[in-house]
């Protein structure tokens, strides 16, 4: 057997072995797959963002905040303890 028809011979499947589709290889879709489950995912959630957006909240001083009501007393006491370092 020359060198040339050895080399052919290495080239063609193996006898009884056809080879596959590269869309019928199980490893191919596992590659690809995921990373195409991701895009098609992330404009799904694009189209949920910009069909449905937060309503912007409009902040609001209360007289109760203002005028220092006892609900917020814990609060500037730990705020006061943090800062003091509990003196």
């Known amino acids: 057997m020359s060198t040339q028809e050895a080399a052919q011979q290495a080239l063609t499947p193996a006898e009884g072995k056809k080879s596959k589709s590269w869309w019928r290889e199980p490893m191919m879709w596992l590659v690809v797959g995921g990373p195409a489950l ?3 995912a992330s404009f799904a959630t694009l189209s949920l963002a910009l069909s449905h957006p937060d309503p912007v909240l409009q902040e609001q001083v209360s007289t109760a905040k203002a005028s220092g ?3 917020l007393v814990p609060a500037r006491e ?3 303890h943090a800062a003091t370092g509990g003196q």
């Open 69 to 71: 009501s006892k609900a």
């Open 38 to 40: 991701v895009v098609v």
């Open 78 to 80: 730990a705020r006061n």
